[in-house]
């Protein structure tokens, strides 16, 4: 941010000393468990309880390894251009959003009037990814962006050309945004939560539910500020399934390493990539793992034997569980000033119960608010010493307590 804005490149002394102890420990990890528990192998997940399941695969500590028809198609199509086609997998705000099966990519397609607003996400999503790539490695771990790729005009004729009769008729050639795609929790960890969390009717017809297209397409939302426990009546589905804190601390995963990912995340979005964040989500989602050739300075922490703990082949059949940060067609940018700050706060209270709450009667709430805060002070120094960041964190918790007075955190 101007005059403001403390140099944060990824060549500095501070980052390459982050990405040298990052890569010592995941070579560290993968050694250690290399040809034991690398992957939940399906003998594991015979063995394992559905909160065993979920409490392994939600820490984003393990790959899964997964056989289901889907995946085997999928890991089939991939790199085989005759055989590509496109899945419908969601419904958002401004767009439908489509998997080019046969890609890693997703493409979502404006709705009617929408594509100004399927423009503005574009763009937001081009600054929040090029902000996050620019921003120190501590401060940013443990949390993906899916890939910007490319702007798709009604008038691309080659775009057109080679997916339309892949699309369902009618359909008309309009505005897209593409980017990699977040590929949905595996088939286990689906069918965990249903063995978890899901009324007695789901589960007595479990195989037939997970078969539904809709409940194949899981993200599961992060909600730290909702603790409310779920409701048997209330209909059960996967697609953007709510996760609780409640639920959270029933299966044992670390809330508190949640709420600092999403604080730093945040001081990012604020102060490195001057937006407000308003209705972005955070969510767990799978990917593949995919070969990445390490850069010359990685190499430099290497050897000829250790270098294999680093890079895999390409595969949809071995996936792992981390948190995404994705939406960000509502994100606008904000003054330096205290009309920007009240602009911050609007949109953290219009944004889904993903933060915890800043005002709370529960002493597990309070306390996750607490490290919430403090990793939002610190990420923030890095970028701005304006008193802003310290300004935001105070008008919310002031309207925390207007809103806790009137018996509503996020309505």
């Known amino acids: 941010m101007s005059g403001q804005n403390r140099n944060v490149s990824t060549n500095s002394a501070a980052s390459i000393m982050t990405v040298a102890d990052s890569l010592k420990s995941l070579i560290a990890t993968n050694s250690r468990v290399d040809g034991e528990m690398t992957f939940l192998d399906d003998t594991a997940l015979r063995e394992y ?19 289901s028809s889907a995946t085997s198609q999928d890991q089939r199509l991939y790199g085989l251009p005759a055989l590509k086609r496109c899945e419908k ?25 929408k ?8 763009r937001m999503h081009k600054r929040v990814q090029e902000s996050f ?13 899916p890939r910007w790729c490319s702007w798709v005009h009604p008038t691309d004729g080659c775009f057109w050309d080679e997916w339309m009769e892949l699309l369902p008729t009618p359909f008309t050639k309009t505005y897209a945004f593409m980017s990699s795609q977040v590929f949905p929790v595996p088939l286990p960890v689906r069918g965990a939560l249903v063995d978890a969390f899901a009324p007695p009717h789901v589960k007595a017809n479990k195989e037939a539910f997970l078969a539904r297209d809709e409940n194949k397409n899981c993200l599961i939302r992060i909600y730290l500020g909702r603790r409310e426990t ?28 949640y709420a600092i990912i999403m604080a730093r995340a945040l001081a990012i979005l604020h102060w490195r990539a001057g937006v407000d964040a308003n209705d972005v ?41 981390g948190m995404w940060l994705i939406d960000f067609d509502q994100c606008q940018r904000f003054p330096q000033s205290r009309e920007g700050v009240e602009q911050l706060k609007r949109g953290f209270y219009h944004n889904d119960p993903y ?20 990793a939002y002070l610190e990420a923030s120094a890095y970028f701005t010493d304006s008193g802003l960041p ?22």
């Open 115 to 122: 594509a100004d607003q399927l423009w503005n996400d574009c």
């Open 89 to 113: 997998i969601g419904e958002g705000q401004c767009g439908s959003v489509w998997a080019l099966i046969g890609t890693t990519k997703v493409m979502k397609v404006a709705k009617e009037h």
């Open 355 to 374: 933060y915890p709450r800043p005002v709370s009667t529960d002493k597990k709430d309070a306390a996750l608010w607490e490290f919430f805060k403090k």
């Open 49 to 67: 309880g559905p909160e065993q399941i979920l409490y392994r695969m939600l820490s984003g500590k393990l790959y899964i390894s997964t056989t």
């Open 133 to 145: 790539e620019q921003t120190i490695v501590l401060l940013r771990r443990d949390l993906t962006i």
């Open 390 to 411: 310290e300004a935001f964190i105070e008008a919310v918790e002031m309207e925390g307590k207007k809103r806790r007075a009137g018996g509503s955190m996020f309505q």
């Open 230 to 257: 779920r409701s048997n009546t209330r209909e059960f589905r996967l697609r953007n399934f709510d996760l609780t804190v409640k639920e959270m601390e029933f299966l044992r995963l670390d809330t508190e390493h």
């Open 281 to 321: 989500e955070f969510v767990l989602g799978s990917s593949p793992t995919v070969e990445t050739p390490p850069t010359a300075d990685e190499l430099d922490l290497l050897d000829k034997d250790n270098i294999r703990y680093v890079t895999k082949p390409f595969t949809l059949h071995h996936r792992s569980v």
